[in-house]
Nanobody
């Protein structure tokens, strides 16, 4: 199983980026998917998750209204549209599979399955 993120980069505050996560070796539509980020010196922070069919999404309060998670099961690809970026969004962004779907809140650590290696997003003020 491989998850490969791309699309990161450096942008100014207020800018936009679109991250992609290409999956291989899995029946992609059968997995719940999620994005997680980690800033230097901080713990990993859950960002968003999406159901297998792509119809149900949940977001962390810190990104709600600015980020959009989506997926294209025909292309085995997960996306994260980042708009109205802020310096505090600077982090390494990871995609991961989820083994469990829990209500509307963040996943538990034990819910995560496969991880990608991450893509860096840097937002300057």
């Amino acid at each position: 199983v491989q998850l490969q993120e791309s699309g990161g980069g450096s942008v100014q505050s207020g800018g936009s980026l679109k991250l992609s996560c290409a999956a291989s070796g899995v029946t992609f539509s059968g997995y719940y998917m999620t994005w997680v980020r980690q800033a230097p010196g901080k713990e990993r922070e859950w960002v968003a998750r999406i159901s297998g069919g792509g119809t149900i999404t949940f977001y962390a309060d810190s990104v709600k209204g600015r980020f959009t998670i989506s997926r294209d099961n025909a292309q085995n690809t997960l996306y994260l549209q980042l708009d109205s970026l802020k310096p505090e969004d600077t982090a390494m962004y990871y995609c991961a599979t989820l083994n469990t779907w829990r209500g509307s809140g963040p996943p538990l650590k034990t819910d995560f399955g496969y991880w990608g290696r991450g893509t860096q997003v840097t937002v300057s003020s």
